[in-house]
């Protein structure tokens, strides 16, 4: 298996909008999961949200309206749509993938068993 590669991370002022991508190549289709998590400095790392191969899609907490989470199977690409983006969406963001899985989420990261190094998104006011 390959790890995951995430990409898109940058530095934007308050109200900006980013879009990270996350590329997994080398796993199988049907029934993956991938999911965006991310660790702000001195916190825990959190869910952002999951999409499952089929499509279906859930968010965490108040990210559902400001992020978007969406996939492209033919290119093995995962995006996170960031828009509004406050100080505290400052963190490094973490893909993470798993196959074989009828159902996603993205509050249990024990689930994922492929994460990539993660990208850097800074918000500064």
């Known amino acids: 298996q390959v790890q995951p590669v995430e990409s898109g991370g940058d530095s934007v002022h308050t109200g900006g909008s980013l879009r990270l991508s996350c590329v997994s190549s080398g796993y199988r289709y049907q029934n993956r999961c991938m999911a965006w998590f991310r660790r702000a400095p001195g916190k825990e790392r959190e869910g952002v949200a999951s999409i499952h191969s089929d499509g279906h899609t859930s968010y965490q907490g108040s990210f559902k309206g400001r992020f978007t989470i969406s996939q492209d199977p033919d290119k093995n690409t995962m995006y996170l749509q960031m828009n509004n983006l406050q100080p505290e969406d400052t963190a490094m963001y973490y893909c993470?993938?798993?196959?074989?899985?009828?159902?996603?989420?993205?509050?249990?990261?024990?689930?994922?068993?492929?994460w990539g190094r993660g990208t850097q998104v800074t918000v500064s006011s």
């Open positions: 993470a993938a798993e196959d074989g899985r009828m159902t996603c989420n993205s509050y249990n990261e024990k689930i994922y068993s492929y």
